[in-house]
Structures are given as C-alpha cells and as structure tokens.
C-alpha cells in the first residue's frame, strides 16, 4: 500500500514538474515575443541584457542570501580559463534566441531550433572526428526533412530571422561540446551554472548592446505611450527567465531522462499552439505537418539515443557522454536542455 502511495506521488510529482516547466519556458518565449511585436520594442540585445541581470541577482540570491542551493567552488584561475569562453558562446545563444524572435513568429522559431540535434552531431564529426551509430544518423532525417518543408512553406519567412535562428542553433551545440572540456571535473546544475555565466554574459553584452540599441531605446522611452508599464513587462520577463532555471533543475530531478526528452518536444507544440492563439501568426497546413515532423523526429532521436547509451561498454560504439554532465549542463532560458529564448 506505502509502496503504491509512493509510486502515485511519484508520477503525480514528476506531472507537476513538466506542467510548471512548460508553464515557465512558454510564458517567456510568448512574454518576449510581445515585448517585440506589441510593445514595438525592437532592442534583443538590450532584453538579452535585463535577462542576464535578473540572472545574475536571482543566483546571487538563492546561493549567498537565501542558500536554497550550495554554491559549487570555481578556481579562479578556472573561471576565466574555462567559465568566460562558455560566457561567451552562451551570450551569443541567448542573443541569436531574442534576435530571431525579433523577425520570425515563434512557431518557426521553435521549430528551427529542433535542429541543434543535428548541428550537434554534424559539428562533433566534421571537428572532433567522432563516429556515430548509423542510427543516431537515420535519426536525423525526418529532423533535417521536416524543419526544410517547414521553411519552405513558412508564410512569414524572414531571411535574417531564420539566418539567426539557425546560428543559435549551431551556437547551443557548440556550448554543449564545449562544456564536455572545458567544464571537466565540475557538476553544475542549473542555478550555479547562472550564478558564474550570468554575470560575465552581462559584462560582454552590455557595451554593443549600449552603443548599437542606446539611442533607439531612449527614443522608445520618450515616445511610446505607456512606457512605463512596458518597462515592467520587460523586466518582468527577465524575472522569468529566471524562473526558468529554477523549473529546469526542478524537472531534471524529478523525471527520467526519457521522460524529460518526450516532455521537451511535446513542449514545443504547446509552445507553437499557444503563440498562435495569442499572435494569429499565418500557419499553412504543409507549415503545420513539417512542425509536427520534426517534434516527431526529435522524440525519436532522443529515443535512439538513449536506447544507444543503455548498452554495456562492449557493444561497438556511438559516443556517450556522462549522463551528470548532460542533464547538469544547461543554459539561461529556453528549449528542451537548452531552451534558449
């Protein structure tokens, strides 16, 4: 019977964890899409700035004030030898994230950035020469095949938004390779992953995002109408992009890697389902099957590969990383493990 309670309490928890992560990761990608659609505050820079922030004192906050996480001890010799490169291409994931968000609707977006699997992979090949099961390859079609008929067919393609998107996508694979070594020997969760990267983001970002969005942002400020309330929907949304860390360490601990993986694309629907009742973004149907393709095609590779990464070690061989180290590693905000926005 205790048994049985647990078990129930288990799925009943591991329910709650998927429902408040979608709730967060969804109300940031919509929160700022309508900073730039509604609010015609067409700054990223300046919002990946708030975003990165808000990070910096809400880590700052939950390890030193409140001490709701430990903090885990960085060298600081470490932290510009290894912690800074990762800032780096961190800060661009983020930036190319609320630049394409900018120009494209979030359904194509979302839909885009489903292709880090196969950027992921494609660049651990051509670089670093590893092999790779031929069905982690076969894996990769129906991905490549369904975000192509999706562009293809997308109503509101823009080059520049699409041309960003993907290089976020190429950006979020390679700050996952590169935490594989310059991260070795640390175990970051979510939270002090925000704590070191945060603030050298905001350090890197804060320059360009002055000299290139400062004169437009203080003409927004003087002309729009209700500048006010929208400068606190705007550092609302970097309030939730924190959030968001915390629903990710949450979820991770209390689903199984399958489970999180199915969840992650799943996410994406509801992502495109709720932007399109709120925005009313044009959706051809080819656009919707080449969507739906690729979530599809998503789930599969996660399956494959962790079907591969079950194995005993004598099993001939696609690379596997430590699972503590793929399910710890994760960025700011958005997509299934790297959900950036």
């Known amino acids: ?35 730039f659609q509604k609010l015609d505050f067409k700054f990223p820079l300046t919002v990946s700035c708030v975003h990165f922030i808000c990070s910096s ?74 092999y790779f099961d031929w069905r982690i390859w076969a894996s990769l079609v129906p991905i490549v095949g369904g975000i192509f008929l999706t562009s293809v067919t997308e109503l509101s393609f823009n080059t520049f938004g699409f041309c960003a998107a993907l290089l976020g996508c190429l950006a979020t694979s390679t700050k996952t390779i590169l935490a594989e070594s310059l991260l070795h020997g640390y175990k970051f969760d979510s939270i002090n992953t925000v704590y070191y990267m945060a603030p050298f983001a905001t350090m890197i970002l804060a320059v360009p995002a002055l000299l290139l969005e ?35 360490f949450y979820v991770i601990h209390s689903t199984t890697a399958v489970t999180f993986n199915v969840a992650g694309n799943l996410k994406v629907a509801v992502a495109v389902l709720v932007s399109w009742i709120i925005f009313r973004n044009p959706i051809s149907p080819l656009n919707a099957v080449g969507c739906a393709i690729t979530v599809v095609g998503c789930t599969f590779y996660g399956y494959v590969k962790h079907k591969l990464s079950q194995q005993p070690p004598g099993t001939p061989r696609t690379p596997r990383t430590p699972r503590n180290r793929t399910t710890e590693m994760l960025p700011l905000v958005n997509d299934k493990l790297d959900d950036k926005v």
């Open 1 to 35: 019977m205790e048994e049985g309670r647990f078990c129930q309490w288990g799925s009943f928890r591991s329910l709650l964890a998927i429902l408040q992560w979608w709730a967060f990761n969804v109300t940031v990608i919509i929160v700022n899409k309508w900073i």
């Open 57 to 130: 004192v809400g880590a700052y906050l939950v390890i030193k004030v409140l001490k709701l996480k430990p903090l885990i001890q960085v060298d600081p010799e470490d932290r510009w030898r290894r912690i800074f490169p990762m800032s780096f291409v961190f800060c661009i994931n983020i930036v190319l994230g609320n630049v394409s968000l900018r120009y494209i609707p979030v359904s194509f977006m979302q839909t885009i950035k489903s292709f880090t699997p196969a950027t992921t992979v494609i660049l651990q090949w051509l670089v670093w020469r590893k």
């Open 214 to 248: 400062g004169s437009g942002v203080t003409a927004w400020l003087q002309t729009h109408p209700s500048a006010f309330s929208s400068l606190f929907i705007i550092l609302m949304s970097g309030l939730l992009a924190f959030c968001l860390n915390f629903s990710i």
